[in-house]
């Protein structure tokens, strides 16, 4: 992959590329931004293919976080790492040593989180050697797994999606199929079945679907069938990019709402969602509520109460990009990047 005519690359201020071999540790750290603040995003450990699909995941999250915390208002620039490795087989104390030092030699540009493939216990050993870090269970402002607040803002995220298209925010009745059970997925499914919401639950982990399929005694789908499911509400909450040209046209949902990260596997996916009819809640705004969340470890003062006040605010965001959508007849993966950006020049300036 060549970098800079890479469209995911987007002029980066930083793309950080280690590897300490005593420990197997291969990471990549890319900061997009730091015109609001220190870079702040999550440290994902996947096993990539490839080392160039690993730059790739990297960088689309990395910008993704810039638009995040712009677009929920907070001090910080965007930022992200992975580390080039299987998280069942190759997690051990020294690689997220050795990954705290590759932060700390950063200085502080870049503040470091949780994500797919890495806990709050992995972050415990990575803040040994440096103290940029949030979402930590210890600590002056420790506000741990941010998981429960992204499914937080994740429903309330989906009720306005639901007011928009259907006139009221009550989910009771409705069907949405929720894809990944984990730590968002399985939060966000007991918030809509308590809420009356029939739920329709997928994931490639065969036990947690029926796990889930008995305690909310609901229906399980395949993972090859969860686009052509009949359901109100396709709420992906697992990995990127399974919105794309094959999947699109075989959508039967009305509202795609959910918690993954990188959705869209290209800017012209939201734009078929849109030309189909379907209302798309753009994916950093609905899961914003996990660096809310962490943000306020990073501000030094942790209050739950407040950290849920803050996220309650994003349902006001969704309503009005999807207003805005409708007026302006432009997707609203446009409006919200378009807003992500003035907010990032603003700063800049
Ligand atoms: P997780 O690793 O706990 O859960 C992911 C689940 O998805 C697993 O159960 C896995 O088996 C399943 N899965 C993977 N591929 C699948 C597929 N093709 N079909 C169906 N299921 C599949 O991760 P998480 O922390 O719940 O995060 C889920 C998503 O939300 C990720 O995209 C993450 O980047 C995003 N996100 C999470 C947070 C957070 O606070 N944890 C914040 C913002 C965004």
């Known amino acids: 992959m060549t970098v800079f005519n890479a469209p995911e690359f987007d002029s980066h201020e930083l793309v950080s590329i280690s590897e300490d071999k005593t420990s197997g540790l291969r990471t990549i750290i890319a900061v997009h931004s730091s015109a609001r603040g220190p870079a702040c995003g999550g440290l994902r450990m996947w096993p990539y293919a490839t080392e160039a699909e690993a730059l790739r995941d990297v960088l689309r999250l990395s910008r993704g976080m ?5 677009l929920a208002d907070l001090p910080l620039g965007g930022g992200k790492a992975v580390i080039w490795g299987d998280p069942r087989l190759s997690k051990s104390p020294a690689l997220f040593h050795a990954f705290g030092r590759c932060v700390e030699r950063l200085g502080g540009l870049y503040i470091t989180a949780e994500d797919v493939g890495t806990t709050t216990e992995d972050l415990a050993q990575v803040a040994k050697y440096t103290r940029h870090v949030t979402g930590l269970r210890t600590g002056a402002a420790p506000s741990g797994d941010p998981s429960p607040l992204t499914a937080f803002g994740t429903f309330l995220s989906i009720k306005a999606a639901l007011k928009t298209r259907y006139g009221t925010d009550d989910p009771s009745g ?24 029939s739920l329709l639950v997928s994931d490639i982990n065969r036990e947690r679907v029926l796990y889930a399929m008995d305690l909310f005694k609901c229906q399980g789908v395949e993972a090859g069938e969860v686009f052509q499911s009949d359901c109100d509400v396709y709420a992906p909450c697992a990995l990127g990019a399974t919105l794309n040209e094959e999947t699109i046209p075989r959508l039967r949902a009305r509202i795609v709402v959910g918690a993954a990260n990188n959705q869209l596997a290209s800017e012209e996916a939201g734009r078929m969602l849109f030309e189909r009819g379907v209302l798309y809640g753009p994916d950093y705004v609905v899961n914003s509520g996990g660096i809310i969340n962490a943000a306020a470890e990073v501000s030094g003062f942790y209050d739950e109460r407040s950290v849920r006040t803050k996220i309650a605010r994003i349902p006001l965001l969704l309503e009005d990009i999807f207003n805005r959508s409708a007026t302006e007849r432009v997707p609203t993966n446009e409006i919200a990047d378009a807003m992500a950006r003035a907010r990032m020049r603003r700063n800049d300036a």
């Open 174 to 197: 409705r069907r949405i199929l929720v894809q990944g059970l984990g730590n968002v997925g399985a939060a966000l499914c007991h918030q809509l079945h308590e809420a009356g919401a």
């Open 66 to 70: 810039s638009y995040k915390n712009a």
